[in-house]
Each structure stands twice: as C-alpha cells, then as structure tokens.
Antibody
Framework: QVHLVESGGGVVQPGGSLGLSCAAS????????MHWVRQAPGKGLEWVAF????????YYADSVQGRFTISRDNSKNTLYLQMISLRAEDTAVYFC????????????????WGQGTLVTVSS | EIVLTQSPATLSLSPGERATLSCRAS??????LAWYQQKPGQAPRLLIY???NRATGIPARFSGSGSGTDFTLTISSLEPEDFAVYYC?????????FGQGTRLEIK
C-alpha cells in the first residue's frame, strides 16, 4: 500500500536552513505530482509547494516563494523541500501529499498524506 | 488568491444526526472542490473530490454537492468516528487554498 514518510524536521534558529525529505513507496512515484502542506500548531492547513510528476513545473505559496525549493528524485522515490531564511511563522508540521491522478497536466486532489514532520523555528 | 470560507466554525451534533457543512469560495472554482477530514494527531484524509466524488473507501454517508462558489458536505447519519475537523480545498487556481476548517464535535 501507499506509504509516505517525512523526515528532517527539528529545531532551527530564525534565519537558518533545513531540508525535509519524503520517502514514497507503494505506488509509481514518477507518475504523480507531489505537494508539501503545512499546519502550524493548532491552526489549519496551508498549501506550501507543488512539483509536477516529471519535475518539469513547480509552484509555491507566496509566503515561501524565494525561500523554499521543492524537488524530487524519481530514481530514489523521494520528494524534498529545502528551506532557507526560516522565520518563526514557518513553525509547523510539514506533510507531503500525493496527487490522485496519474501524470496530471494540471493538479489533482491529494489522496495520500504522510504523517508529517515538525519544524520549529526558535532561538 | 481564492479565499474559502467554511461555516459554521463549530458544529455540535449527536451521533445519528445529519451534518451539513458549508464552503463558500470568493470566486468560482467550477467543480474543483475537495473535502478532507482530519482527526487530532493524524494527517488529513481525502473524503470527496471534484465536488461530489467519494474517494476510495469513503462510506456512502458522506456526500458532496454544489458548484461555482457554494459547496456542501453532508454526513447523512453521524457515526462516533466522524467527529473531527473538516477542510475544503480548491485547486482551480494557484495557489491551492484550504478553508479554515469546521470542527464537528459531539453534543
């Protein structure tokens, strides 16, 4: 079955950097778009970034544009999120999520999510 | 960006009752509206996509309707495991956005 396992979270100082990974299994990773979504403590869901199935396209939330970079390695079935210039307001659980549809040319709903990894930005 | 406004913020009902959750978009999202359920400490789960399509394994008591800017998630007869937070999401336009959530609590 589908498994998405995030890793790389932790405590980082404001202005610091951190890289997250999402290891995927149980489906053909290279044929599905992938997203990062975050949830600040006690708050709702905020979409962060998207990468197309073949890595040909990326989109970002305005709040992270220029600071976060999404990437993927289809040979390793792994999704990444590189974060720099971190701020207190980036503190959240970060989820990776898989798109429902194969090789979508737009986007499709998120049918599987990982359990998330907590990023805390604090001095 | 498209703002999704969910109402009510909190809904207090008893098992067996019918739940009706609303999501209103600041501009048309056509039919590209999904609903997710999230329980404490868990990842969200896809319930309904493209307004009215149930995701795999979702019970028939969950249904979605609407179009354009006004959408509804209905749970026909609440089971104990349905008490959770529900989010709507649009994907017609970047950035993808979520509503602020409706908390469905036991009365």
């Amino acid at each position: 079955q589908v498994h998405l396992v995030e890793s790389g979270g932790g405590v980082v100082q404001p202005g610091g950097s951190l890289g997250l990974s999402c290891a995927a299994s149980g489906f053909t990773f290279s044929t599905h778009g992938m997203h990062w979504v975050r949830q600040a403590p006690g708050k709702g869901l905020e979409w962060v970034a998207f990468i197309r199935f073949d890595g040909s396209d990326e989109y970002y939330a305005d709040s992270v544009q220029g600071r976060f970079t999404i990437s993927r390695d289809n040979s390793k079935n792994t999704l990444y999120l590189q974060m720099i210039s971190l701020r207190a307001e980036d503190t959240a659980v970060y989820f990776c999520a898989k798109e429902l549809k194969i090789a979508s040319t737009s986007t499709s709903p998120f049918d599987y999510w990982g359990q998330g990894t907590l990023v805390t930005v604090s001095s | 960006e498209i703002v999704l406004t969910q109402s009510p913020a909190t809904l207090s009902l008893s098992p067996g009752e019918r739940a009706t959750l609303s999501c209103r978009a600041s501009q048309s999202v056509s039919s590209y509206l999904a609903w997710y359920q999230q329980k404490p400490g868990q990842a969200p789960r896809l319930l309904i996509y493209d307004t009215s399509n149930r995701a795999t394994g979702i019970p028939a008591r969950f249904s979605g309707s609407g179009s354009g800017t006004d959408f509804t998630l209905t749970i026909s007869s609440l089971e104990p495991e349905d008490f959770a937070v529900y989010y709507c999401q649009q994907r017609i336009k970047w950035p993808i956005t979520f509503g602020q959530g409706t908390r469905l609590e036991i009365k």
